[in-house]
């Protein structure tokens, strides 16, 4: 009579499939956030020049500023969401991505304060 071998063979290859599987959703969590902190930064760089671009052109009227901040986010891959001249301040929201890695970021621009002036209010929340 032969001994008796155990019932654990093919566990390894369980094991593996198993590990295989963790390996795999872990790639996909970080590529998702990867894909996030792209999308995020896209956003934020159309956002900046859409900004400095309708501060440039604050001379011309909101209108004609405002189209050529839209100009601008559409040639960085952006969708201009929001724009307005205060002055010569623009503040501009833009947006990039859709689904759950879409991003909207705002950004301003203008004329540097003068030395010694305080420092502006922060804007207030936008919903």
């Not at 032969?2 to 198993?18: F, H, I, Q």
């Not at 390996?23 to 902190?37: I, S």
């Not at 960085?76 to 724009?83: D, H, M």
Request: hydrophobic residues 50%.
């Amino acid at each position: 009579m032969s001994p008796r071998r155990s019932d654990d063979r093919g566990s390894a290859t369980v094991w593996t499939v198993a590990a295989v599987a963790v390996l795999c959703v872990v790639f996909a969590v970080v590529l998702a956030l990867g894909q996030a902190a792209v999308t995020r930064h896209r956003a934020a760089g159309g956002a900046d020049l859409a900004a400095l671009a309708a501060a440039d052109h604050w001379v011309e009227g909101a209108e004609s500023a405002c189209g050529r901040a839209e100009k601008v986010a559409r040639a960085q891959g952006t969708r201009l969401v929001r724009c307005a001249l205060v002055g010569d301040v623009s503040d501009v929201t833009a947006a990039a991505g859709r689904g759950p890695f879409a991003a909207e970021v705002r950004a301003r621009a203008g004329p540097p304060a003068p030395p010694g002036s305080p420092s502006p209010a922060p804007p207030a929340a936008v919903p």
